[in-house]
Antibody, heavy 120, light 108 residues
Framework: QVQLVESGGGVVQPGKSLRLSCAASGFTFSTFAIHWVRQAPGKGLEWVAIISNDGGIKYYADSVKGRFTISRDNSKNTLFLQMNSLRAEDTAVYYC?????????????WGQGTMVTVSS | EIVLTQSPGTLSLSPGERATLSCRASQSVSSSYLAWYQQKPGQAPRLLIYGASSRPTGIPDRFSGSGSGTDFTLTISRLETEDFAVYYCQQYGSSPVTFGQGTRLEIK
């Protein structure tokens, strides 16, 4: 069964850090780039970051640049998002999303999301 | 950054009716990199249309996409109860990836 499963969300104080994980199974994780996308409560989708298939290329949204770091471990089929200096506006459900290749580059594989709440 | 503007913000229709959702880009988007997603409450988005007009396996043929350049349309030919949701367009032809703000399709 093709799936992505996020974990690591929770409640954190402003200025603190959190690390999200996204575990892939049922497909060849290392073939394609993979993304983080977030959705603030009641709001739309916001792209956060992308990492290439081999981890050598990374891009970030301006809103998180310098604070968030995306990485991947293809040997463990896992994607990470290290979030530092968290702000209230980072409160959102965080999804990992990837193309299976069949409909490249559209995102046809999504995780269920993990909620991050930044609050004192 | 390419800004995608979706209209209308909310669309109120009845089952069996035809829905037409619009997505307008601030700059030309390669048709290969325009997608539509459906999202229901508490769920992750689901890919409906890729390449502006292609349907993934398993997506009903009542969903169709069209358009090019800066103007794209998602059409649902005959609404079924399960189609009432929020719809987002997305472009991936230019970095960064961007999404429209969404159109909420509600039951009239």
């Amino acid at each position: 069964q093709v799936q992505l499963v996020e974990s690591g969300g929770g409640v954190v104080q402003p200025g603190k850090s959190l690390r999200l994980s996204c575990a892939a199974s049922g497909f060849t994780f290392s073939t394609f780039a993979i993304h983080w996308v977030r959705q603030a409560p009641g709001k739309g989708l916001e792209w956060v970051a992308i990492i290439s298939n081999d981890g050598g290329i990374k891009y970030y949204a301006d809103s998180v640049k310098g604070r968030f770091t995306i990485s991947r471990d293809n040997s463990k089929n896992t994607l990470f998002l290290q979030m530092n200096s968290l702000r209230a506006e980072d409160t959102a459900v965080y999804y990992c999303a990837q193309s299976s290749g069949y409909y490249y580059p559209a995102f046809d594989i999504w995780g269920q999301g993990t909620m991050v709440t930044v609050s004192s | 950054e390419i800004v995608l503007t979706q209209s209308p913000g909310t669309l109120s229709l009845s089952p069996g009716e035809r829905a037409t959702l619009s997505c307008r880009a601030s700059q030309s988007v390669s048709s290969s990199y325009l997608a539509w997603y459906q999202q229901k409450p508490g769920q992750a988005p689901r890919l409906l249309i890729y390449g502006a007009s292609s349907r993934p396996t398993g997506i009903p043929d009542r969903f169709s996409g069209s358009g090019s350049g800066t103007d794209f349309t998602l059409t649902i030919s005959r609404l079924e109860t399960e189609d009432f949701a929020v719809y987002y367009c997305q472009q991936y032809g230019s970095s960064p990836v961007t999404f429209g703000q969404g159109t909420r399709l509600e039951i009239k």
